[in-house]
């Protein structure tokens, strides 16, 4: 079907002069409104207003002017029904053929740092959304653009055949209603963070394509990567890459891991993640003396894996992290002579983005086959937690030294999860093991003689005393654990027989 109308109405104006005007070129009758007019006509392009197509001016500051019967009239025709024609020309309604419409912007407005609800609200758009749901619906008959990237496409297939193909029609309403949708859901999310709505009755989120993936966990798995709108800079969606490959899924997934422990550490702190887990943590007075102890931590696991720094890598510690191969560093910042260093190894993805302590709790969306769990993310510290002292002897200052960078970590560690800690690093992971015990003799067994003299970290209680017997063999020295096991005493009786000093906190930390 030939395009003989169009209304035009854009709040992003990129590229529609030129469209437009290839539009007329084409012998297409364009109708158009305000702002959109005017850009129009004072680039030379005769325009009709849509007062002219409706006999009614534009009221209400604008909120009302394509919201009448000749609009969605010429939108909504069934062009194959002789009764909707009909009633068109009764009517005096000419058919429109082409929608180019965006909308209000409404998320870059709350996006502004001193936005008020009042012009939030003015932001939402009524008519356009109402403009494009008609064309969209009627794409057998209407073409609908939505995104100025279509404009070459549409202009293409109507210079070679007058009209637009009808897959093409199709495509282009699919897309108008995943931006319809998406612009609700940040409308809709806004105003439910705005009344203070916990778990409402719907849950409505939409997430921005980042980039296409060469594939997921797996080549055979299809993946791609999405960012939420308005998503805390801190994090990996938002980085900055400065070199290196294209990230991969797992990449993606281990540098979120990686960068949600650092963030635990006020002093200068690295982490090594391998498989979601930490492989080594350390911290020191400079980040060269952090990126020591992570590496030497497991300078086995290390290799092949994520390190996230809290500080700005200088050119000495990239000397050491270019000596093994690693796939991505994160951190706030690079010198000039790190960046020289680093950027000799081609495939080394090198990341930027604040390391910052989250300011609230974000809540965090979970898949299932077929549905989705929502929660908070846990970001409960150590300072927070309601510590007591539940054995005779209490730690030394080193050991609580230790005890809190075992804490910090064994948050972030698959469950069921035990570390071990000393000298400000670690020196021992169990992760996601199906008994707690299990998870101690693996942590116990990777530190090897390091395990004297070092102490416990634990995300959950201790079911029974066995974990605290496997401790003291080790000549492990402390434990911070959440508490709460109906055999508590047994621990804490088993602790004093070997000395051990042992600290309930009444915070548990599983991570599925």
Not at 24 to 53: C, M, N, P
Request: charge should be negative.
């Amino acid at each position: 079907m030939a395009v003989k109308r169009a209304l035009v109405s854009v709040s992003n104006k990129e590229g529609i002069v030129p469209f437009v005007q290839q539009l007329v070129e084409l012998g297409v009758e364009v109708v158009s409104t305000g702002g959109t007019r005017k850009a129009l006509e004072e680039a030379g392009v005769s325009v009709i207003g849509i007062s002219e197509v409706t006999g009614f001016p534009e009221i209400l500051d604008g909120r009302v002017k394509t919201l009448h019967p000749n609009i969605h009239g010429g939108l909504l025709a069934m062009r194959e029904s002789e009764d909707h024609l009909s009633q068109l020309q009764e009517h005096n309604i000419t058919p429109i053929d082409l929608v180019v419409v965006n909308l209000y912007p409404f998320q870059q407005t709350i996006a502004k740092p001193d936005v008020t609800f009042a012009d939030a609200i003015e932001n939402i758009d009524i008519g356009g959304p109402s403009m494009l749901r008609a064309a969209a619906k009627n794409h057998a008959h209407v073409t609908v653009v939505v995104d100025p990237s279509d404009y070459e496409t549409v202009i293409t297939q109507l210079k070679a055949d007058s009209k637009v193909a009808e897959d093409t029609r199709k495509k282009l309403a699919a897309k108008v209603f995943r931006h319809t949708a998406a612009y609700d859901a940040v409308i809709a999310e806004y105003l439910t963070n705005e009344v203070n709505e916990e778990n409402p009755e719907s849950l409505t989120v939409t997430f921005e394509k980042k980039q296409d993936l060469r594939y997921g966990e797996n080549p055979h798995q299809k993946a791609a990567f999405y960012r939420k709108p308005l998503g805390p800079t801190t994090s990996i969606a938002q980085a900055e890459q400065l070199h290196g490959k294209e990230l991969s899924y797992n990449n993606i997934n281990d540098a979120d891991a990686a960068v949600a422990i650092v963030k635990e550490f006020d002093e200068p702190a690295v982490v090594a993640i391998k498989h979601m887990n930490p492989c080594g943590v350390g911290v020191g007075e400079t980040i060269e003396q952090a990126y020591d102890k992570a590496y030497e931590a497991d300078p086995v696991s290390i290799f092949g894996g994520i390190i996230a720094a809290n500080r700005e890598v200088d050119r000495e510690t990239a000397l050491k992290m270019k000596e093994i191969f690693l796939e991505i560093i994160i951190a706030p910042s690079f010198t000039e002579e790190a960046l020289e260093v680093l950027t000799t190894k081609k495939n080394l993805r090198l990341l930027t983005l604040p390391i910052e302590k989250a300011t609230k709790a974000e809540l965090r969306l979970t898949t299932i086959h077929g549905g989705a769990l929502v929660q908070e993310e846990d970001t409960f510290g150590l300072d927070e937690a309601n510590i007591r002292v539940a054995t005779k002897r209490e730690p030394t200052e080193e050991e609580w030294k230790a005890l809190k960078l075992a804490w910090k970590v064994v948050k972030h560690v698959k469950s069921n999860a035990i570390v071990l800690a000393k000298n400000e690093m670690t020196i021992g992971v169990g992760a996601g093991q199906m008994n707690r015990v299990g998870a101690a003799k693996i942590a116990i067994e990777q530190a090897g003689q390091e395990a004297n003299g070092a102490v416990m970290g634990s995300d959950a209680f201790f079911p029974m005393s066995d974990t605290v017997e496997e401790a003291g063999k080790a000549g492990i020295t402390a434990i911070i654990q959440p508490g709460g096991s109906i055999r508590d005493e047994d621990s804490i009786a088993k602790a004093d027989e070997l000395g051990i000093a042992m600290v309930f906190t009444g915070v548990r930390h599983f991570k599925h």
